[in-house]
């Protein structure tokens, strides 16, 4: 079992950054990819970014490519989403997700929610014009 916690959300105006983080329980985090999605009340949950076990390989949705930039720090267990030139779009519950499956890195699999094996709780992130 693992568990994620997300936190760095909040509100901030248009063109602002937020740094999210999300902690991962367990002594295998290196092993795992780690994805970054969103999703908007009425809306279905969206891919926003993936990183590889290494971090030697990122992906980009396209709405967020240029502004977003996924990293992470293995020896402290924790994923970062540093948010850029935020928009009101950009509105949204932001969620961590661990694919603890071993499969290679790909990126097609990365956008795909069934990847992912356990999944955090949200932070709220809001973007005001």
């Known amino acids: 079992q693992v568990q994620l916690v997300e936190s760095g959300g909040g509100l901030v105006q248009a063109g602002g950054s937020l740094r999210l983080s999300c902690e991962a329980s367990?002594?295998?985090?290196?092993?795992?990819?780690m994805g970054w999605f969103r999703q908007d009340p009425g809306k279905e949950r969206e891919f926003v970014a993936a990183?590889?076990?290494?971090?030697?390989?990122?992906y980009y949705a396209d709405s967020v490519k240029g502004r977003f930039t996924v990293s992470r720090d293995n020896a402290k267990n924790t994923v970062y989403l540093q948010m850029n030139s935020l928009k009101p779009e950009d509105t949204a519950v932001y969620y961590c997700?661990?694919?603890?499956?071993?499969?290679?890195?790909?990126?097609?699999?990365?956008?795909?929610?069934?990847?992912?094996?356990?999944w955090g709780q949200g932070t709220q992130v809001t973007v005001s014009s």
């Open positions: 997700a661990a694919d603890v499956s071993g499969s290679s890195w790909s990126r097609s699999r990365t956008q795909r929610l069934p990847a992912y094996d356990y």
């Open positions: 367990g002594r295998a985090f290196g092993y795992y990819v």
């Open positions: 990183i590889s076990r290494s971090g030697g390989n990122t």
